[in-house]
């Protein structure tokens, strides 16, 4: 479950009536995540009810709901063992319903979405961690994606499903900007896994407030990264999370933090943890184990516990959990995660905190480790709480 | 200096306050104009400076083209193929309000989300909470205007006009502090919206970029490599500073005008001081008796001038500042009707225009008083002194004086026409001409005296006295002569520049307009248009009843090496050589190779650029840049900043527009002229379009004319008032210097009317000396203004008309001046009884 | 106290040359009154300036108080002339815009005496002309003779070696004339000073210890 960023992109789509427009002087930059403003998603598809998906084509766009994302993250190593971690996000959100853009006009620049892109890569063994941020208007084909397989970029970055019909076709995630670059290759190594019901993943009590969400678990990478003007060739593995949707959170969330990990023993684990503002997790928290036959269990907020052990304070004063006690007793699964680097946290127009992570512990009484990512939200002083809608 | 000198000094002001009065108040006054003309002048140019770079925030370079603009598929080629990442998009026009048609509004389209890079003092921040990004976007016709205009409240929808089309927009936002720097009169829209608005998708008015870095060359030369034939790289501070450019010629005129409202000022310090030391000059004896030293004395005089001049120049700023508010308004307007769109909120006060004022006033006064102070160490202290030993030098040094006076004059106006001295060397040779005809005023009063010795006979014992006080008084006499005359020289040159100029105008309306009606899209001002109409339409229009023909032209603007050049592209049949007069000996000639794809270019073009008949002009096209022919140069008053014409047939050759600027109709009758007009405005819904008559259009022309020039008549009365306060004081002075002889008179039988006429007599002698010094002057002045100045600052030749009624006016303004100066001394002389004046000592 | 030798003076009028004084030698020892006698355009009045240090002779030597002054600089002979040289004019010459104080006051502030100094010497002085209490009154306001009386007090204030006078009674009434006149003889004397005065009138010209009588440019020395 991936509200979380729905709530970025909706924070950052800032779709205020009328009544409310007055500009100011530039405050300091960094919106709240869980600031949404009064969103109307009257003219936008919702996700209500179960939805067929169909691949290639749910891996392109669905213009039809408001926000949507594309999210690879990956752990990599170089030639002499050094090992990175690399995360390359593509974010659309749309401004209005597609029929209200049709009586706009006929401008080229016209356009219904607002793309933002995230890079980042962290250097484990340098302790180095960097990011880009940019943005770009869905029109003049500066931005966009395709309607029928994976095909999406933001000016040159891009990521681009090589062989447009194949369903498992490999992937070329390329991306660079001022010293970071990317240039990768993905083969898939597991199919779609669908998330929450057969895909539809609640967010909140009310029905209507939920997501299509599903994750491709393991990719084969290899390719290049470029960090302080090197050139690297790297391999690894990577994870694709998708998640498109139209209503906006629940009122009393304040955040959440979402866990990925591949396990070396050819299991997938992703949980998600919505907190509330009581400081109370929200009972629509849930996660998903891929076992190494590819078997779905779905797990919900009670059958899983985390417990942070250790923080760490960012360079704004922000403090952030930094390791953790997972515990999933229904898989009897218990794992000790922690950074592989202290500082991953992305600070452009929104502050979080997303990096590569390992884990150490036993399923079933056998050792079990792996590595994955970690991504952590609303950790800012007192954001606002969400208003009910 | 011992305190007592001091208090000499200050007393003897008090008991003349009329003196210091004068002194104090020609100082202000020449102050005033001087500042107030370098305030409204640096107004207008900080304003625009101040939006300019609002507009341009960050950017380095900017990519522009001519008024078609730069195609969206540039900007995608930079963002995703050159990779440049501080680029932002501009789409700018103009709109007019519907309520208010002769106000326009910049129309700023943007991205908000490329802006980061390039300009941030918008005051808003598109990932703030509070930037309506959405809205922006999604809507068309969505705006954010600056704060506090009524004109666009927040959640207003504004009808507006563009190119005769109406739109609606609709207000979603504020921005705070938008005047501040200088976006108060800017709307700021999605580069979407302002596109379909302005009615121009597909194109850019500009790319702006910030090419900076290590990679600087190597972007520029990749930019340059991917653009089109028609746009150019061009350096962002570059561009603004052609931009000024333009305005300076205007300027420098009016500066010049200013400083010579100064210089009639220092004349009055340079009078006042001279009386002063006059009077006491037996003071003066005594006190270098005492043991004063000389320079001592001059010391005394100085500290009398600066305070003068001290007190004559924090009221000249104060007024000038109050005088600058005012003068503001007409300065911009003239630069909104000639040059670019500005608005100038508030008066702008550069602490160095204050200084240089403050300098200008207290260095003139001091100047001023050099002269008088010298003369006042040269008092002697001799127990028994003569006048006469003054006057007699001033008599004989009155002819060395013409003789330089009139080398002054000769190299003033050699300086001026020479070619290379540029404007400033015409305003030093404006300036040498002045000076020098105010050394011939000693001559000009020697030779009334000698013709009003007649006088004797015809107005008694009064007409004699006053022709003999002439000479008697010639050093006074000759400094008040010289200051009313320079006056009405001005009068005299400015009203013959300002005449010349009109009625060129005139002429030149009067064969350029031939058509009955003239046709053109209702739009902003500043703003290149096209009429909005289709062939089915003008089809109509050519065809209705009454219209024998029509033409239409084309304006265009291209981006060329030295800035925006226009473009006017005619269909040339046989009226043009009609409307289009050219210079030089073989209009057919030229004619005919214009007929066969040769240029004209305007006068004001020809004498910028240097190009002439047989040279080439280089004119970007959309498939590169092509070399035209030059058949010739025609004389246009439309601007200063010079056009060149085409033929349609030529400009179809290069350009894929077949857009119309405007249409003139010739029709069979002049009658029909209502019908036609309405006809045509019928014809041509839904747009806007006014039709307008010849006489109309030329009203307008000259309105605009007229309104240009007010400033110079304000200037020119302020000129007029400073010279009358100086003529003022100088009769004054005279007459109250030779009281006691007055008295005398009245002593020996003079009776008070008698009184009255010697002096009323003496000041029309100086009127008419000063007449005599001022009508050549004046000629002189508007020949270099008009032949030189002019045509170097603004390119145009004008007729120099030099009609009767200026003389008159100047000769009755001389000795009119005069006369009105001579009534207040006149009283006084007539009043005071013979007895107190002979006691005085 | 002063001497001269071989005085010359002569000026250019229209392109010719007029001798005013020729070879005109002369004493006057401290102390003394001498009357410089002779009819109007004589020469007196010259001979006076040059003396003063006014003007500068185009020959000859003149000596005040022991300094020879025809070779000082104009400003040095001003400063001379402020220091050691107080005079007495026909037409008074008093400064019209200071008060009759302020007039006495000024040749003390010319020699750099100090206010509270001055003040009371100021005082003293009215006190001995008898306008003691016209100290504050402006020239304009007294009538001939009181002016004359002030210009004797500033011509005495700041202690002079040598009083030059032109014509001090010629712009006022015989009576109004004694008065003054035997103020000034009687002023000086106490002093102790020396004084030229340059009169057309018999009887004046008899109070003198001496007469220089200037004829046609040249001195003659009197006696009686």
Known sequence: MHSWRRNLILSFALVTTACGGDVSIPQSRGVAITEVLAGDATGFARAAGPHEFVFPR?????????????????HVQDESRREYGFQLTFFRSALAPPSKLEAAGDSAWRANDVWMAHLAIGDFNGGEFVSRERFARGALELAGASATHLDVWLEDWQATALRPDDPSSPVRLVASEDGVALD?????????????????????????????????????????????????????????????????????????????????????????????????????????????????????????????????????????????????????????????????????????????????????????????????????????????? | MARLLRRTGIRYLRRHPWQFVLAVGGVALGVAVAVSVALATASATRAFVLTNEALTGTATHQIVAGSEGLPDELYRQLRVEVGVRAAAPVVEGFVALAANPARSVRLLGIDPLAEGSIRNQFGADPATRDFPLGELLSESGAVLAAAGDERFALGQSVPVLVDGRQVQLHVVGAVRGAEDSGLGDVLLADIATAQEVLGVTGRLSRIDLRLDGVDEDDLVRRVQGILPATARLVAAQARADTTVQMTRAFELNLQAMSLLAMLCGLFLIYNTMTFSVVQRREQFGALRALGVTRAEILRLVLAEATLIGAVGTVLGVAGGIGLGNGLVR??????????????????????????????LGMGGTLLAALIPAAEATRVSARLALTRSVLEERALRTSPRLAAVGVGGVAAGFALARWSGGGLAGAFAGLLLIVLGAALMAPVAVRLVAVLAAPLGRLAGAPGLMAARAMTAGLSRTAVAVAALAIAVAVIVGVGVMVTSFRMTLVNWLGHTLQADLYVSPVSPRGQAATLPLDPAQLAAVRAAPGVQRTRSIRAVSLETEGGATQLLVVEHDEPDRQAYRLRGDDPDIAWQSFADGAVLVSEPYAERRGVAAGDVVTLPTPSGARVFAVAGVFYSYASDRGAVMMTRGVYDLWWDDPGISGLSVYLDSPESAQAVAEFTRNALRPALVSVISNRELREQSLRVFDRTFLITGVLRTLVTMVAFAGVLGAILALQLERAREHGMLRATGFTPAQLWQTVLWQSSLIGIAAAILALPLGWLLAWVMIHVINK?????????????????????????????????????????????????? | MVRVQGLGKSYVEAGAEHVILADVDGEIAAGEFVALVGRSGSGKSTLLNLIAGIDRPDLGEIWVGGSRIDTLSERERTLFRRARVGFVFQFFNLIATLTVAENLQLPLELVGRTRGDADGIVAGLLEEIGLADRGAAFPDRLSGGEQQR?????????????????????NLDLETGEQVLGMLGRMVRERGRTMLMATHSREVAARADRRWRIVEGRLQDEQG
Do not use: C
Request: proline fraction near 6%; avoid cysteine.
């Open chain 2, 330 to 359: 007409l300065v911009t307007r003239t630069i909104n009707d000639l040059y670019f769109v500005v608005t100038v909120r508030e008066l702008a006060l550069p602490p160095l225009t204050i200084v240089t004022g403050v300098v």
């Open chain 2, 792 to 841: 170097r600052s603004f390119g145009w030749t004008l007729q120099m008309t030099v009609p009767a009624e200026v003389l008159w006016q100047a000769l009755l303004v001389a000795v009119g001046a005069a006369l009105i100066a001579g009534i207040y001394p006149a009283a006084r002389i007539a009043r005071t009884p013979p007895a107190i004046v002979l006691r005085e000592d």
């Open chain 1, 58 to 74: 749910d891996h392109g766009v669905h213009s039809d709901f408001r926000t949507e994302w594309w999210y690879f993250t990956g």
């Open chain 1, 184 to 389: 990768l290759v993905l083969q898939p190594l597991r199919a779609p896994l669908l998330q929450g019901d057969e895909g539809l993943s609640q967010k909140g009590s009310r029905p209507g407030n939920a997501s299509y969400y599903y994750s491709v678990t393991r990719w084969q990478t290899e390719g290049t990264l470029g960090l302080a003007g090197e050139t690297l060739a790297v391999d690894g593995t990577a994870w694709l999370d998708r998640e498109w949707s139209s209503s906006a959170l629940e009122s009393g969330q304040v955040g959440w933090d979402w866990f990925s990990l591949q396990l070396d023993d050819g299991s997938d684990l992703m949980l998600y943890l919505m907190r509330r503002a009581d400081g109370s997790i929200d009972p629509t928290s849930s996660g998903s184990w891929l076992s190494p036959s590819g078997q779905v269990h779905r797990l919900d907020s009670s059958e899983f516990a985390v417990l942070p052990t250790s923080t760490w304070m960012s360079p704004g004063g922000v403090e952030y959990p930094s390791a953790w006690q997972l515990e999933v007793s229904a898989l009897d699964l218990e794992l000790e995660v922690a950074p592989q680097l202290a500082d991953q946290e992305l600070r452009g127009t929104f502050r979080y905190w997303e990096g590569g992570v390992r884990a150490v512990g036993t399923r079933g009484g056998q050792p079990v480790a792996g590595r994955g990512f970690v991504e952590l939200t609303g950790y800012e002083d007192r954001p606002p709480a969400v208003p009910d809608r």
């Open chain 3, 150 to 170: 002030v210009a004797i007090a500033r011509a005495l204030v700041h202690d002079p070696d040598l009083i030059i006078a032109d014509e001090p009674t010629g």
